[in-house]
């Protein structure tokens, strides 16, 4: 009964696009319709908890942005 509550419990997959380095200056600096230009890395990676659990590739689908499981990360050697 625990162990299905457990795999029924909501988490928070989160796919980062990209890391944008920066200073505070241009930061403060940002201004509605900026656009912030960034290079689109080959795979990305899908975190729940800050742990990588997939690597994936970026794509879109039926007009939906998506991404697609490349590999899934074995947390069990980590």
Do not use: W
Not at 1 to 29: F, G, P, W, Y
Not at 43 to 70: F, H
């Amino acid at each position: 009964m625990i162990k299905h509550q457990i795999k029924d419990s909501k988490v928070e997959a989160i796919a980062e696009l990209c890391t944008i380095d920066s200073n505070l200056r241009q930061i403060l600096n940002i201004k509605v319709g900026d656009i912030i230009p960034f290079e689109m890395p080959d795979n990305i990676a899908v975190n729940v908890d800050s742990l990588p659990i997939l690597n994936c590739k970026y794509g879109k689908i039926n007009g939906q942005y998506a991404v697609q499981v490349e590999q899934i990360i074995d947390q069990s050697t980590n």
